[in-house]
């Protein structure tokens, strides 16, 4: 399903797949158009029940982190300069150099004094 802005919003199991393999996912926006959530259900038998909640932070239109439903981290990007030469002039592209798996070693919110994503990595800040 899309929205009327033509994003995906959600996308589920056709009919004809077996009950245990049926899965849905949703999927929420914010103001820019950036995906800051995806919400992961199985079916039960008679309804879809959320399983999992990832949420994305962005700094400008790159990716920063990946976090759980408790704020946990699960996944750290690291940006150089994109096509453009700059850090952001194509949004990101060419620009990922890494992508980190984190296991519990973290969590992210928003900074208390510049509002910006802050993340705590097994006591590093980021």
């Not at 259900?41 to 909640?53: I, K, M, P």
Request: glycine share 16%.
């Amino acid at each position: 399903m899309w929205d009327e802005e033509n994003r995906l919003v959600s996308m589920q199991a056709i009919s004809g797949v077996p009950s245990g393999a049926k899965k849905k996912l949703d999927f929420n926006y914010d103001y820019q158009g950036r995906r800051i959530q995806k919400i992961l259900s199985t079916w039960n038998g008679s309804a879809y029940v959320a399983q999992s909640t990832n949420k994305f932070v962005y700094d400008g239109w790159n990716l920063m982190a990946e976090l759980n439903g408790t704020n946990g981290v699960l996944r750290t990007f690291l940006w150089a300069l994109d096509l453009s030469g700059t850090a952001q002039g194509t949004g990101g592209v060419g620009g990922l150099l890494t992508i980190k798996r984190i296991k519990n070693e973290g969590t992210c919110g928003m900074g208390r004094r510049t509002g910006l994503p802050h993340c705590q990595l097994g006591g590093s800040s980021v």
